[in-house]
C-alpha cells in the first residue's frame, strides 16, 4: 500500500519537503499538503512592495501549481492535529497519515499590544502592505517609527533593512524624517558576535537612523508608543507584532516550554514518532544559549532533511540525512547592495556566523533567491 505524508503549511518549509518527498519518491509516496492561502511569497518581498519599488504580486506563485508534480494540494482550515496519530482535521475531515511534518510557521499577534491594530501598520503583513505602502509615499516629514514588539520574529534583518530602504527613498524624495527602530533585544542582531553587532550599529547611525536597544513596548496611543519608563513619540508608525505558533499548533501536545515546538535539532523530530516540525514554528537552541533564527532558508533546508529521511524510513532504509545548520539570509543596504549573515549556527562550542560586507554580488544573489526558488518549485 502506497505509504502518505502529511504536510501542514505551504511556506519554505513544506513546499521544500513535498517536492524533495517526489522527487526522492515519485509516486510510490501520496503527498497531501494543507494551506489556507492560495498563493507562497518569498518574505523579503515584503520591503521591496513597502517601499514601492515592487508589487507583492511579482512574487507570488499559486501553491496549486505543486499539483503538476503530483502533490495533492488542500485549501482548507486546519482545525486540529493530533500527532500521536499522525493526523489532522481539516475542514471536518479527518487526515491521516504515515508521517506528518508540522510547517505552519510563527503566527503575526497584534492583539497582543494594545493600540496596534489601531495606530501602527503592520509591516509583516502582506494585507497591510500596499496601506503602509501609501501612508510611506504621503509621509511628508517628521517622526518614522518602525518598532518590534515582540521576540523571537522572522526574518530578524529586515526592520533594519526596512529602516535603510526607506531612509535611502526619503532622500531621493527630499523628505525630512527623523528614522528610529527600537527593539526589546539588547542588541539589533543578537546572533552576530558584540563586535559585528556594533559595527552595525554604526552602520544605522552613519545613515542618521537612532537605534534603540531593551526597549519593550507595553501600548500603543495615538502618537507614541509607551513602555515601561517612558514613551516614544511617532508620526508614523511601522510595527513588527508579536510571535506565537499558531493556536492548532498550541492545543496539539508539540509545544514545549518555549512556546514553540521543540525538536531534535540535527533530524526535526519531535517527542512523537515519524511526526516532524520545520521551520518558523520550532525552536532550536544553540550552542550559546540563543535561538536558531527564523529564516527561509533555514527551513527550505529543514525541510528537504526531512524528506530524505523519511524516503530513508519508507525505502527500508537507516535515516542519515541531517540539518547541518548552514545558511543565512539577506540584509538589503541601499544603492544596489546587501550584506549577508550567514555560517554554521550549529557550529559548538559557538555558532560561526559572519556578517559581510555590502556588495552588489549580494542584492544579485538576493534577487536570484527568490527568482530561482519561484522556477525550481512552480514551474
Not at 501612508?135 to 535603510?164: D, H, N, Q, T, W
Not at 516614544?232 to 518555549?258: C, N, T, Y
Not at 530524505?308 to 545558511?327: C, D, V
Amino acid at each position: 500500500m502506497k505509504k502518505r505524508v502529511l504536510i501542514l503549511g505551504g511556506g519554505f518549509g513544506g513546499i521544500a519537503t513535498a517536492h524533495k518527498l517526489k522527487e526522492k519518491l515519485r509516486d510510490e509516496v501520496e503527498v497531501i499538503l494543507v494551506d489556507k492561502r492560495p498563493y507562497f511569497m518569498v518574505g523579503f518581498r515584503k520591503s521591496w512592495a513597502l517601499i514601492g519599488e515592487s508589487p507583492l504580486e511579482d512574487g507570488q506563485k499559486p501553491i496549486d501549481n505543486l499539483t503538476k508534480i503530483g502533490v495533492d494540494v488542500r485549501r482548507g482550515i486546519i482545525e486540529k492535529i493530533n500527532p500521536a496519530e499522525k493526523s489532522a482535521i481539516v475542514d471536518g475531515e479527518e487526515i491521516r497519515a504515515d508521517a506528518l511534518v508540522v510547517a505552519l510557521g510563527a503566527e503575526l499577534n497584534p492583539n497582543a499590544i494594545s493600540g496596534f491594530k489601531e495606530h501602527a501598520y503592520n509591516v509583516y503583513d502582506p494585507d497591510d502592505i500596499p496601506r503602509a505602502e501609501k501612508a510611506l509615499s504621503e509621509f511628508k516629514g517628521g517622526r518614522l517609527v518602525i518598532g518590534v514588539f515582540g521576540a523571537p520574529y522572522k526574518c530578524s534583518p529586515a526592520p533594519y533593512e526596512m529602516a535603510l530602504l526607506i531612509k535611502e527613498k526619503f532622500k531621493t524624495r527630499n523628505v525630512k524624517a527623523n528614522v528610529i527602530v527600537f527593539s526589546p533585544q539588547p542588541k539589533s542582531l543578537p546572533i552576530l558576535n558584540a563586535e559585528s553587532c556594533d559595527a552595525f550599529e554604526y552602520t544605522l547611525e552613519d545613515h542618521a537612523i537612532m537605534f534603540y536597544p531593551n526597549h519593550k513596548a507595553t501600548s500603543i496611543e495615538a502618537g507614541k508608543v509607551i513602555f515601561d519608563d517612558k514613551q516614544i513619540e511617532f508620526d508614523l508608525l511601522l510595527g513588527v507584532p508579536p510571535h506565537r505558533a499558531p493556536q492548532v499548533v498550541r492545543d496539539s501536545g508539540l509545544v514545549g516550554a518555549s512556546g514553540w515546538v521543540e525538536i531534535n535539532s540535527r533530524t526535526m523530530e519531535t517527542s512523537f514518532e515519524n511526526v516532524y516540525a520545520i521551520g518558523d514554528v520550532t525552536h532550536v537552541t544553540l550552542a550559546n544559549k540563543k535561538p536558531l533564527p527564523k529564516a527561509g532558508l533555514f527551513a527550505e533546508l529543514m525541510g528537504e532533511t526531512v524528506a530524505e529521511r523519511i524516503a530513508s524510513i519508507f525505502s527500508g532504509q537507516e535515516p542519515t540525512a541531517t540539518f547541518t545548520g548552514e545558511g543565512g539570509c539577506y540584509l538589503e543596504v541601499g544603492k544596489g547592495k546587501a550584506r549577508m549573515i550567514k555560517g554554521n549556527f550549529l557550529a559548538e562550542p559557538e555558532p560561526i556566523v559572519t556578517l559581510t560586507e555590502a556588495s552588489v554580488e549580494y542584492f544579485e544573489e538576493k534577487k536570484k533567491f527568490e527568482s530561482e526558488r519561484l522556477q525550481k518549485w512552480f514551474g
